[in-house]
């Protein structure tokens, strides 16, 4: 029995408490799913997750078996979607601990308690400060340092990250005005920023406007994911950014759904290379290879490339030698608080 839930939500009621036969059940209804469909000659791939809650065991009532099984398809989809999840009745502890957490944060972004650190980005060749990358940091009270990626996740699938996005572009463009000049500020953009049509635009403008930033100082970081889906949208928004006068990096490449097309399809001024690459470049040469070629190629196609992750002194040199215009990492400088910039000892040293 099949009844739908929402626009991309169904229920399957299957007649049998055998936890076995429906992992089966399950796993056969994924693998199904994942297969590629022919749609009008273009190939179509979607997939689906599942989250299973056993009545009588879980709940007698339909409804609490429906939220049961609900929490149990977050689960599926938190460790990674195409595949199942059984209820269990730690998830519910989890989701309080969520939902606590959650509301934590929007205090914290409403009582202007989070905090924005900046990690310096060295020219490889000069090893002079080229700028900075803004980096949210949370310290909560009695948690400690939350990692970004916790509350930037959580954020994001609770719609938080508008207001947060929108804070840490406002308090990035205010520290980096009061920077030197060409020093600029990188920001990290989420997909969900992308969301409503003409929002990022606008608060990028009102962030330079308010700041006084010249636009050629600020530059966004935008990830693949963000190029998968609503191309056409997303490519606008680029434009519309672009028009402002501000650049635009790819995060993270290299990794994931990498895509050539990226590179030309949309428009971008740089490349920052995962750090998985500076990390394995001493592991195996084919690394170097592909560095070498990741550089040309953004080189010829008019983009700079921004190496990540750089711990020690022979990454840095490989990375330079390789022809990566930019190195970041823990060995030129960890995040450090907006007070402690290196950029202000790198000027006196000048003087
Ligand atoms: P990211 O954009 O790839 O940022 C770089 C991360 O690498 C930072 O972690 C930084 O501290 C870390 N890192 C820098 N140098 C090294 C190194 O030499 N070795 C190693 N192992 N790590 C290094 P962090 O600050 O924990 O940020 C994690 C992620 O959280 C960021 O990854 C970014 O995706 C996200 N994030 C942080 N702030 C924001 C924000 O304001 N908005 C959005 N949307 N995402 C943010
Ligand atoms: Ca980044
Ligand atoms: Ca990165």
């Excluded at 290879?289 to 040309?296: A, K, L, N, P, R």
Aim: charged share 25%; proline share 5%.
């Amino acid at each position: 029995l099949v009844a739908r839930l929402g626009s991309d939500e169904f229920a399957v009621l299957a007649d049998t408490g055998d936890a076995d036969a429906l992992a089966t059940l399950a796993q056969r209804i994924v693998e199904a799913l994942r297969q590629p469909y022919d749609v009008g000659g273009r190939r179509c791939e979607i997939g689906a997750s599942i989250g299973i809650a056993l009545h009588g065991v879980d709940s007698q009532e339909a409804d609490r078996l429906l939220q049961h099984a609900d929490l149990a398809l977050a689960r599926a989809k938190a460790d990674g979607r195409g595949t199942f999840r059984f209820y269990d009745a730690r998830l519910d502890d989890e989701l309080q601990r969520r939902r606590r957490l959650s509301a934590e944060l929007r205090d914290a972004l409403a009582t202007n308690a989070l905090a924005l650190h900046f990690q310096p980005l060295m020219d490889a060749g000069s090893g002079r400060i080229v700028g900075y990358e803004a980096l949210a940091r949370w310290p909560h009270p009695e948690r400690g340092w939350v990692p970004p990626a916790t509350f930037i996740a959580l954020a994001e699938q609770t719609g938080l990250i508008e207001d947060l996005g929108v804070w840490v572009l406002r308090a990035a463009c205010r520290e980096a005005a009061r920077w030197p000049a060409p020093l600029t500020v990188a920001v990290n953009l989420s997909p969900a920023q992308f969301r409503r049509d003409g929002a990022i635009a606008e608060f990028v403008s009102v962030a330079l406007r308010e700041s006084g930033l010249a636009p050629e100082r600020l530059e966004l970081e935008i990830t693949e994911s963000l190029l998968m889906a609503r191309t056409e949208p997303v490519l606008r928004a680029l434009r519309e950014l672009r028009g402002l006068g501000v650049s635009i990096a790819m995060d993270d490449f290299g990794t994931g759904y990498s895509s050539l097309a990226h590179l030309w399809r949309f428009p971008l001024d740089r490349v920052k290379l995962d750090r998985e690459f500076t990390q394995s470049l001493a592991d195996d040469a084919k690394v170097g290879v592909i560095v070498g070629s990741v550089v040309s190629m953004a080189h010829a196609l008019g983009m700079s490339v921004t190496a990540e992750g750089v711990e020690t002194e022979a990454q840095r040199q490989a990375l330079a030698a390789h022809g990566c215009d930019v190195l970041q990492g823990f060995l030129l400088g960890r995040p450090a608080p907006p007070d402690r910039l290196p950029h202000q000892n790198q000027d006196e040293a000048l003087v």
